[in-house]
């Protein structure tokens, strides 16, 4: 593609830094770079690197658009001190590292839980993961499981992950049950 | 101003990463890495060292705006008095150091790193101090002031000093995995690789420091180069975008066949390699020239035909005749000015394609298994529902639409499930009917195998009487019925499981494995069909001359009495006498005209081509009929249809995964029985799978809708490499048996005139190596010794299963301890 250009607009040795520090390749970077500058408008693209690119941008990303977790993923990896959940450049990098290919399950893992915890509290309790199937059996009515369905569901996925019994589920025993899932690593995945 | 913005940043930036974290301290946080001197304190260090000082002073805010290394907080939040003063001292040097670097510097922390990066080498001499005070923090204990780089560093200190190096080069490898965020993750890194830089630097003082240095230097220049290796490697990846789009829309198990497509095309093509490299081209250049011998030349017979093109697609003629072929190969033991073995090459490159499949599926194999994780199915039904259905690869709204649909009705499935499997209602009508179904299946596999003999008779018969009298479906009758065999069954065992009211995941394990079953044996009677037809040709001939028809000595038989023929009729050039000390010169004879011999590998070789191009045929048929006609029929016809032909029936047709995969995996099995005998297979199977990529991304792109059951299939990707792994090993065995037990065909290929095949490996050890070490291979190959190494592996084979087994009942007994 036409990565030529945009090459030249990250310095060599930040470019070999991120490479140091995220799961991603070289090409990766220099994609993201160019796919991160076309969601900035005209006059900020030069200066890519350290322009923020508010929320409503990032959700046209055709990998995000679909995504029922978008608006968490987005204030998971957004570094914003506004609360406006906008992502700079490393922010969009962390964002696709962890969601990379070569990432491992830990760190997915750690992330996952946090886009799970929608009320950010360091735990899934009862609350979150009644918003977590509702995202899953998306937004028509007819879709959605009934309240007794609900309680079903929550309480079988509260006995089979609970180990403390505590009825909420933290981060390492959310990390117990996935790392076992053979599905997990590469479901949570997006490519650019 | 800049510093406040900074320290606003990271105080959110670790609130955050304090809650992500919970409450209980979990392992993120213990995989930090410390130095070792440091055990006073436990893992928490970090993350109560940085909230600590964000309360403290401001001095030791811009300290930590740049986020030292773990070392530093841990000594500051522990300081001694001595050492208190100390880093006073220090902070008030690298205050000054950064107060100038804020004045020139921009808003953002980033740009503050950009230009200390930039000037670095300037102020590598205010750092090397700042980094040396630094050092005496992280020792615990020996504050001592000698570390100074005019002084002599002591023995202890420099291990000391290594192990710390080695500590920041981990903490560099492994900062990726680190959940922070890249501002973070930037200032860690820069300070590991100065405090790295310099004390490398510094450690090669003393014994070996040259050394030291280039070791040092060669490491480096080592991952950089396999950095860009990877990277290149990345680059070559072919189809990335094709496979993506169709990850996008599809979700991830259609696109696990594409990406299984391509690792298939990986191997081949390097099978394609091997066979094109050292023996296509090694002969078509330095070999005979056709026509030279009579096993390179069309028989005048044939010479009319020889290039039309009906012959040239059945692959006689010009092709059978040509380098494509086994047939084609001459004898000789070296070839050309190069003094190329030949038939060594041929004999090693058939050996080296098979062992090379093998690893590599093996390989392949292994790396599943280990990703896999080994755990058991049922244990967490419901969280893995809940936490890894979504597939984050799904780009397109209509396909996240199927997903949310078919994920409710799997939550809704699970949960009836789950409540109604205390229930066990009419047990006997289920065995029952799945007996019966067995029992249909077994039926349709006998069918199929018995009808592929019966063709196969026939077009034994055909051929006793003449190809000619009879048109294009008795010519291609076997091809044409074993892939529509291959069609048609799976759909039948389809409908066969409906029966059988099992959960989908182990009804699709029945399907795979009968169409298995089906492939297999269809194969396997085609080849003994085949070997059968080999001997009753030889036999109708033999049957005028009144020989013994053992089936065994019915080729060698069959062999003599050509040789005999031969030899009269090379008398009858001589006028009739058979000149037994011949000096007379021998007569110039065309070799189109030499009678042949029988060559039986060209034949079997030919049969194998054919199959694999009928059977591309078929497949590029069948998508462009039933996938593509058919989307066009339902497309445009639907306007003036009785009902809608986009819901009921026939609708879009779904990708077929399963039947896809084994036909990929059936088809590589025949590359790999027919390679030996025809070098071309690698290349035509090249071309076969780069059209099949562009053919089947197109049709699924365009005549295909996402499935609607949605369930992941993904355990199947190591049953798929098991089959393939079964697979590669049947479909060796005949040509590993045609090598050791079969003398190969006297008047045609590289081996002819030897007894056995693998003769080639003993001639070469006589001739091109020097004489121990043909008497050093005469022992290794020793049934003494190879009998006593067998029983060694097995031996092993059972110890590490044992030890295996072991390790499984630990991981149980953890398990059980958690909870």
Redesign the interface.
């Given at each position: 593609g036409a990565m030529g250009g945009s090459a030249s607009l990250i310095?060599r040795?930040?470019l070999s830094?991120y490479?140091?520090?995220?799961?991603l390749?070289?090409?990766?970077i220099l994609l993201a770079y160019k796919r991160f500058s076309e969601l900035l408008p005209k006059e900020e693209r030069e200066s890519a690197?350290?322009a923020r690119v508010p929320k409503s941008n990032i959700l046209t990303l055709?990998?995000l658009?679909?995504?029922?977790?978008q608006h968490r993923i987005c204030h998971v990896f957004s570094?914003s001190?506004h609360g406006d959940d906008s992502m700079s450049f490393?922010?969009f990098?962390?964002m696709l590292?962890v969601?990379s290919d070569s990432a491992?399950s830990?760190?997915k893992s750690?992330?996952?839980?946090?886009i799970?915890?929608f009320d950010?509290?360091?735990?899934l309790d009862r609350k979150d993961?009644e918003q977590?199937?509702n995202c899953?059996?998306?937004?028509?009515e007819e879709?959605?499981?009934s309240s007794a369905?609900m309680e079903?569901?929550i309480h079988?996925?509260l006995e089979?992950?609970d180990?403390d019994k505590d009825g909420t589920i933290?981060?390492?025993e959310?990390?117990?049950?996935?790392?076992?899932?053979?599905?997990?690593?590469?479901?949570?995945?997006?490519?650019l | 101003d800049g510093s406040d913005d900074n320290e606003e940043g990271s105080a959110v930036e670790n609130e955050e990463t304090v809650k992500g974290t919970g409450r209980k301290r979990a392992t993120p946080r213990t995989r930090r890495g410390h130095a070792r001197g440091r055990d006073r304190h436990g893992d928490e260090e970090d993350e109560d060292d940085e909230d600590e000082s964000r309360r403290a002073g401001h001095r030791r805010h811009r300290n930590r705006r740049r986020g030292r290394a773990a070392g530093n907080e841990a000594s500051d939040s522990d300081m001694e008095p001595a050492k208190a003063r100390k880093n006073q001292a220090n902070q008030k040097s690298k205050e000054d150091d950064e107060e100038e670097e804020d004045e020139k510097g921009g808003k953002s922390g980033k740009d503050k790193n950009e230009k200390k990066v930039d000037k670095k080498a300037d102020k590598k001499g205010k750092k090397e101090k700042a980094n040396k005070k630094k050092k005496d923090k992280k020792k615990s204990g020996s504050g001592s002031d000698s570390e100074s780089e005019e002084e002599p560093i002591t023995e202890e200190e420099l291990a000391k000093l290594k192990e710390e190096v080695e500590e920041k080069k981990k903490l560099i490898a492994t900062l990726r995995n680190k959940p922070w965020k890249m501002k973070k993750k930037l200032s860690v890194l820069k300070e590991a690789q100065l405090f790295v830089e310099k004390f490398e630097g510094a450690l090669g003082k003393g014994k070996g420091k040259k050394f030291y240095a280039y070791k040092v230097m060669m490491t480096k220049k080592w991952m950089k180069f396999q950095r860009d290796f990877e990277n290149f490697k990345t680059a070559c990846i072919p189809w990335e975008m094709k496979i993506k789009e169709i990850e996008s829309h599809f979700g991830s198990s259609v696109a696990s066949y594409f990406i299984f497509l391509r690792w298939m095309y990986g191997i081949n093509m390097i099978l394609f390699g091997l066979t094109f490299g050292l023996v296509m081209v090694p002969e078509a250049l330095m070999g005979k020239p056709y026509g030279s011998l009579p096993r390179k030349t069309v028989p005048r017979a044939e010479e009319a035909t020889a290039m039309n093109f009906a012959t040239l697609w059945d692959f006689s003629g010009f092709a059978q005749y040509s380098v494509l072929f086994y047939g084609y190969y001459n004898n000789q033991r070296t070839i050309g000015w190069l003094k190329f073995r030949m038939p060594l090459s041929y004999f090693l490159v058939g050996v080296g394609s098979i062992g090379y499949s093998f690893m590599i599926v093996t390989r392949t194999m292994a790396k599943n298994a280990n990703d896999d994780g080994g755990g058991d199915d049922t244990s967490f039904n419901f969280s893995w529902k809940m936490f890894t259905s979504w597939d984050y690869l799904i780009g397109n709204p209509e396909t996240a639409d199927n997903k949310f649909a078919s994920i409710t009705t799997s939550f809704k499935e699970a949960i009836v499930e789950e409540q109604e499997s205390r229930k066990e209602e009419n047990i006997h009508l289920t065995r029952f009917l799945r007996v019966l179904a067995n029992f249909l299946a077994l039926c349709t596999l006998a069918g199929s195998g018995y009808l592929i003999f019966f063709v196969v008779r026939r077009s034994q018969q055909f051929a006793l009487e003449g190809l000619e009298n009879y048109g294009w479906w008795e010519r291609n009758e076997v091809n044409t019925v074993m892939s529509l065999l291959g069609m048609f069954c799976p759909t039948l065992f389809d409908v066969i499981s409906s029966l059988e009211n099992y959960h989908p995941r182990i009804a699709l394990r029945w399907q795979l494995g009968r169409i298995f079953a089906l492939f297999l044996g269809n194969l396997y009677t085609f080849i003994i069909a085949l070997m059968d037809e080999i001997n009753l040709k030889a036999r109708y001939l033999l049957s005028f001359t009144m020989f013994d028809i053992y089936l065994g000595n019915v080729r060698t038989s069959k062999e003599k009495i050509v040789k005999y023929n031969m030899t009269i009729w090379e008398a009858s050039l001589y006028n009739g006498t058979i000149p037994e000390n011949s000096t007379a010169p021998p007569i110039q004879v065309d070799p189109a005209d030499v009678p042949r011999g029988p060559c039986w590998e060209t034949m079997v070789g030919q049969e194998f081509v054919r199959l694999t191009v009928s059977d591309m045929m078929t497949t590029y048929i069948t998508i462009l009929i039933g996938d593509f006609l058919r989307a066009v029929f339902v497309r445009f016809f639907n306007y003036c249809w009785c009902w809608d032909l986009e819901y009921g029936f026939p609708s879009y047709s779904e990708f077929d995964i399963s039947g896809n995969v084994l036909g990929l995996i059936f088809n590589q099995g025949m590359i790999w029985m027919g390679s030996f005998y025809a070098p071309c297979l690698p290349a035509i199977n090249v071309f076969r799978l780069h059209t099949s990529m562009y053919l089947q991304c197109w049709a699924v792109m365009c005549c295909n809708v996402p499935q609607e059951r949605v369930f992941k299939a993904s355990r199947s990707n190591n049953f798929y490499m098991a089959m393939l792994l079964f697979i590669l090993f049947l479909s060796t065995l005949p040509a590993v048996y045609t090598i050791v037990s079969i003398p190969p065909s006297f008047d045609c290929g590289p081996f002819s005139g030897k007894t056995r095949m693998y003769e080639v490996i003993s001639e070469t050890l006589e001739h091109d190596f020097p004489s121990w070490f043909g008497k050093v291979f005469g022992y290794a190959s020793n049934p003494g010794l190879i009998l006593p190494f067998i029983l060694l592996m097995v031996l092993s084979l059972y110890y590490l299963n044992a030890t295996s087994k072991s390790y499984k009942e630990a991981n149980l007994e953890l398990k059980k301890k958690l909870q």
């Amino acid at each position: 593609g036409a990565m030529g250009g945009s090459a030249s607009l990250i310095p060599r040795d930040l470019l070999s830094e991120y490479q140091e520090l995220t799961f991603l390749s070289k090409q990766e970077i220099l994609l993201a770079y160019k796919r991160f500058s076309e969601l900035l408008p005209k006059e900020e693209r030069e200066s890519a690197c350290f322009a923020r690119v508010p929320k409503s941008n990032i959700l046209t990303l055709p990998e995000l658009r679909a995504n029922p977790f978008q608006h968490r993923i987005c204030h998971v990896f957004s570094t914003s001190e506004h609360g406006d959940d906008s992502m700079s450049f490393e922010d969009f990098l962390d964002m696709l590292s962890v969601f990379s290919d070569s990432a491992t399950s830990d760190i997915k893992s750690y992330y996952a839980f946090r886009i799970f915890d929608f009320d950010d509290d360091g735990t899934l309790d009862r609350k979150d993961l009644e918003q977590l199937v509702n995202c899953l059996t998306g937004q028509g009515e007819e879709s959605r499981l009934s309240s007794a369905e609900m309680e079903q569901l929550i309480h079988n996925i509260l006995e089979e992950s609970d180990i403390d019994k505590d009825g909420t589920i933290n981060l390492s025993e959310f990390q117990h049950v996935v790392s076992r899932s053979p599905d997990f690593a590469s479901s949570f995945k997006i490519v650019l | 101003d800049g510093s406040d913005d900074n320290e606003e940043g990271s105080a959110v930036e670790n609130e955050e990463t304090v809650k992500g974290t919970g409450r209980k301290r979990a392992t993120p946080r213990t995989r930090r890495g410390h130095a070792r001197g440091r055990d006073r304190h436990g893992d928490e260090e970090d993350e109560d060292d940085e909230d600590e000082s964000r309360r403290a002073g401001h001095r030791r805010h811009r300290n930590r705006r740049r986020g030292r290394a773990a070392g530093n907080e841990a000594s500051d939040s522990d300081m001694e008095p001595a050492k208190a003063r100390k880093n006073q001292a220090n902070q008030k040097s690298k205050e000054d150091d950064e107060e100038e670097e804020d004045e020139k510097g921009g808003k953002s922390g980033k740009d503050k790193n950009e230009k200390k990066v930039d000037k670095k080498a300037d102020k590598k001499g205010k750092k090397e101090k700042a980094n040396k005070k630094k050092k005496d923090k992280k020792k615990s204990g020996s504050g001592s002031d000698s570390e100074s780089e005019e002084e002599p560093i002591t023995e202890e200190e420099l291990a000391k000093l290594k192990e710390e190096v080695e500590e920041k080069k981990k903490l560099i490898a492994t900062l990726r995995n680190k959940p922070w965020k890249m501002k973070k993750k930037l200032s860690v890194l820069k300070e590991a690789q100065l405090f790295v830089e310099k004390f490398e630097g510094a450690l090669g003082k003393g014994k070996g420091k040259k050394f030291y240095a280039y070791k040092v230097m060669m490491t480096k220049k080592w991952m950089k180069f396999q950095r860009d290796f990877e990277n290149f490697k990345t680059a070559c990846i072919p189809w990335e975008m094709k496979i993506k789009e169709i990850e996008s829309h599809f979700g991830s198990s259609v696109a696990s066949y594409f990406i299984f497509l391509r690792w298939m095309y990986g191997i081949n093509m390097i099978l394609f390699g091997l066979t094109f490299g050292l023996v296509m081209v090694p002969e078509a250049l330095m070999g005979k020239p056709y026509g030279s011998l009579p096993r390179k030349t069309v028989p005048r017979a044939e010479e009319a035909t020889a290039m039309n093109f009906a012959t040239l697609w059945d692959f006689s003629g010009f092709a059978q005749y040509s380098v494509l072929f086994y047939g084609y190969y001459n004898n000789q033991r070296t070839i050309g000015w190069l003094k190329f073995r030949m038939p060594l090459s041929y004999f090693l490159v058939g050996v080296g394609s098979i062992g090379y499949s093998f690893m590599i599926v093996t390989r392949t194999m292994a790396k599943n298994a280990n990703d896999d994780g080994g755990g058991d199915d049922t244990s967490f039904n419901f969280s893995w529902k809940m936490f890894t259905s979504w597939d984050y690869l799904i780009g397109n709204p209509e396909t996240a639409d199927n997903k949310f649909a078919s994920i409710t009705t799997s939550f809704k499935e699970a949960i009836v499930e789950e409540q109604e499997s205390r229930k066990e209602e009419n047990i006997h009508l289920t065995r029952f009917l799945r007996v019966l179904a067995n029992f249909l299946a077994l039926c349709t596999l006998a069918g199929s195998g018995y009808l592929i003999f019966f063709v196969v008779r026939r077009s034994q018969q055909f051929a006793l009487e003449g190809l000619e009298n009879y048109g294009w479906w008795e010519r291609n009758e076997v091809n044409t019925v074993m892939s529509l065999l291959g069609m048609f069954c799976p759909t039948l065992f389809d409908v066969i499981s409906s029966l059988e009211n099992y959960h989908p995941r182990i009804a699709l394990r029945w399907q795979l494995g009968r169409i298995f079953a089906l492939f297999l044996g269809n194969l396997y009677t085609f080849i003994i069909a085949l070997m059968d037809e080999i001997n009753l040709k030889a036999r109708y001939l033999l049957s005028f001359t009144m020989f013994d028809i053992y089936l065994g000595n019915v080729r060698t038989s069959k062999e003599k009495i050509v040789k005999y023929n031969m030899t009269i009729w090379e008398a009858s050039l001589y006028n009739g006498t058979i000149p037994e000390n011949s000096t007379a010169p021998p007569i110039q004879v065309d070799p189109a005209d030499v009678p042949r011999g029988p060559c039986w590998e060209t034949m079997v070789g030919q049969e194998f081509v054919r199959l694999t191009v009928s059977d591309m045929m078929t497949t590029y048929i069948t998508i462009l009929i039933g996938d593509f006609l058919r989307a066009v029929f339902v497309r445009f016809f639907n306007y003036c249809w009785c009902w809608d032909l986009e819901y009921g029936f026939p609708s879009y047709s779904e990708f077929d995964i399963s039947g896809n995969v084994l036909g990929l995996i059936f088809n590589q099995g025949m590359i790999w029985m027919g390679s030996f005998y025809a070098p071309c297979l690698p290349a035509i199977n090249v071309f076969r799978l780069h059209t099949s990529m562009y053919l089947q991304c197109w049709a699924v792109m365009c005549c295909n809708v996402p499935q609607e059951r949605v369930f992941k299939a993904s355990r199947s990707n190591n049953f798929y490499m098991a089959m393939l792994l079964f697979i590669l090993f049947l479909s060796t065995l005949p040509a590993v048996y045609t090598i050791v037990s079969i003398p190969p065909s006297f008047d045609c290929g590289p081996f002819s005139g030897k007894t056995r095949m693998y003769e080639v490996i003993s001639e070469t050890l006589e001739h091109d190596f020097p004489s121990w070490f043909g008497k050093v291979f005469g022992y290794a190959s020793n049934p003494g010794l190879i009998l006593p190494f067998i029983l060694l592996m097995v031996l092993s084979l059972y110890y590490l299963n044992a030890t295996s087994k072991s390790y499984k009942e630990a991981n149980l007994e953890l398990k059980k301890k958690l909870q």
